[in-house]
Each structure stands twice: as structure tokens, then as C-alpha cells.
């Protein structure tokens, strides 16, 4: 009975989250490759395109995208400026520390201006015609399943070109795979980092697009769950290499799919402790990640 429904809308639907959380963990795959940081404040980015496009629902909709990529970027550059660079040479210790405190900064003020009319939660619905279905061999998928889908699959293919045909792209791996040496070899860091930054931002602001047309209200813990649960898929899958922590990532938006499709109404509420629990047993398996093998995993970051 259960089985019954896994049916091909459970399974695009969770292909859809997959593809949203595949993104989410190459934005903190490029910054951990270079940086050697886990940004734990990149929930904070998706929840800051988020507000943009809650306080501009009332302008053309090309327009508040638009804002909404710019906001997040120009917040990812300012991170790297004013925090991430003058403590780049501490230990990850500090950097890590360092990222929760910028993540419960942005969330008061958040929370801050998100009260100023005495009301918590703002409302986006500039895409909400996404929410739509479409018949798809005789199945309803909604369209932003399908969008999200080839978002994150052009994203994908133009990261991959743009790490292996471009000058800058071949500078950011050769620092993800050794930066003192890079350095050393004329690789200018501030150049490759404020690279990845932004690339990460951009991924963070098309998250953001893509989450409020199913989830309109914004909140000051806007996408903070889906960020933890993104971590986790980076380490499962092997956060090492960008690549393996990106499947990581989708595959564990994709369990989440599937694991949420096959639960009934009322026991939706045990998805965490399902998914948390297949987490476990994954990292006792292969510690070093699902899609590590041997020395090759740490050979090569991004």
C-alpha cells in the first residue's frame, strides 16, 4: 500500500528537491574548496534573495529577480570583505565560529525588519503560476519541478565549463587542490576567491527563486532546515570534492522526496528523524562518504 505510492509524481517531485539541494551544495562545495570553509550562514543568503523578492512582489517580476541576484551577491561579497578575508589566515576553528555568528546576525535583523509592521512572515508570490501542473506522460508535475530540474542541470554544465575551459576556472581548482602552491605559482587569491563567492551567491540567489514559489512566506529561518539537511548530504556524499558532495546533496533531497512521497498525511512529521536515520547509517558504512573511493576522493576539490 505504501509502495503504491511511489508513483512518477512522487519521484519528479523529488528529482525537483534534489536538483534545489544540488545546487545549495555546490554554492558550499565552490566556497569549502577554496576556503576551506563550511558556510554555514549560506541559508542566510537563500533567506536574504528571499526577502528581496517578498519586498519587491510589487514590481515586474524580470525586475525583482534581477534584485534578487544582486542583493545576494553583493551580501556574499561583503561576507568575504569585511569577515572571511581578515580571517582567512585563522584556524577553521575560527572560521567556523565565525559563520554561525554572521548566520544569527542576519537572522535578527532579519527578524528586525521583518517586524517593523508588526507582523512576522513576509509574502512572495511573484512566480506563484509555477505552482501549476502539467501533464507529463499522463502524470501531473508542477512546473516548478520541471524548472528546477533544468535550472539546476544548465547550472551544472555551465560550472563544469566554466571550471575546465576557463583561465579563472583552472586557477579555482588548482587552488581548491593546493592553494599555498597555487599561490606560490601566480594564482591570485583574492581573484579566485572572490570567484567562487560569487558563483556561490548566484547559486544561493536561484535557490531563492525556486523555494518561494512553494514556499511563499518568508521568515527570518527561511531555508535554515534545508541548509542543514544540504550540509549533511555534502558530507555524506564527501565533501572533498565538489563534485561528489553535489551528488551528495541531491541525493539527499531526493530521499527526502521519496521518503515524504511514501509517508502518509499525518506521519510527515517522523521525515527528519527518516532521513537523519538513513544519514547515520550511510556515514558508519563509508565515513569518508558515499561516493569516496580511496586517495583519488582527496586528489582533487572542485
Known sequence: M???ALDFQTLSDAVGLGA??????VGIGLVFGVLRLVNFAYGQLVMAGAYTLAFTAGWPTWASIVTCFAVVVALSLAMDLAVFRPLRDQSPAVMLVTTFAIAFLLQAIALIVDLRDDTLGEVTAALGGLNEPVTVFGADVRKITLVSIATAAGALVLLALLLTRTTIGLHTRAAAHDFRTAR????RANRV??????????????????MTVTLPLVTPDFALRDTIVVLVGVVVGGIDRLWTATLGGFMI???SGVINGLLPTEKTVYLPSAVFALVILVLLLRPAGLFAWGRRAAAERV
Open 253 to 255: 533531497g531526493f530521499a
Open 20 to 25: 534545489i539541494y544540488a545546487l545549495m551544495a
Open 184 to 187: 606560490l605559482l601566480g594564482v
Open 193 to 210: 576567491i572572490a570567484f567562487a563567492v560569487v558563483l556561490s551567491g548566484l547559486l544561493a540567489a536561484a535557490v531563492a527563486v525556486m
Open 2 to 4: 505504501i509502495l503504491a
